[in-house]
């Protein structure tokens, strides 16, 4: 069984890479709702998860020579409604476009199809310097079908 046979890393609805999260005690603060810091969370699961989807691994891409990694270099979420212990939760990620080293993302953290955060990402590949680089041909060859039509000027 590969990474991509397992349910949990979620499925994709077009370019939509959509991963289920359930909301446990943990993730809420005194007053039952989820803590903010957690929607970050939630949203870096989407981005991993959508990139393992297809076949891309973090570690795999510490590996290609030179290593690449990832930097968020912008990151602004809109907080809409609050999300609540024991719901079930979908955080739908979009992968836009690749700008040179930068990669723009869409996400939502959604319940019953109601949008309780969105968020606009700009990641960067890096060196393990941390200096931008290109992303791998792999990453690009996989993430190309499923860009928005003419987002990509790689």
Do not use: W
């Not at 912008?74 to 836009?96: C, G, M, N, Q, S």
């Not at 990641?123 to 990453?139: D, V």
């Amino acid at each position: 069984m590969t990474d991509a046979d397992q349910p949990s890393m979620g499925r994709f609805d077009g370019r939509t890479h959509v991963l289920p999260v359930r909301i446990y005690y943990e993730d809420t603060d005194f007053s039952g709702l989820v803590y903010h810091a957690n929607y970050v969370r939630y949203f870096e699961r989407g981005r991993s998860d959508f990139l393992r989807a297809i076949g891309i691994s973090h570690s795999a891409l510490l590996e290609t020579d030179p290593p690449t990694a990832f930097a968020l270099i912008r990151l602004a979420v809109e907080f809409k409604k609050p999300a609540r212990i024991d719901d079930a939760l979908l955080v739908a990620t979009t992968y836009d476009a690749i700008l040179g080293p930068r990669l723009l993302i869409t996400q939502k953290l959604l319940r019953k199809g109601d949008a309780l955060a969105e968020a606009a990402v700009e990641a960067c590949c890096i060196s393990l310097s941390g200096r931008p680089k290109k992303p791998p041909a792999t990453l690009v060859d996989r993430l190309t079908p499923l860009l928005a039509p003419a987002a990509s000027d790689f």
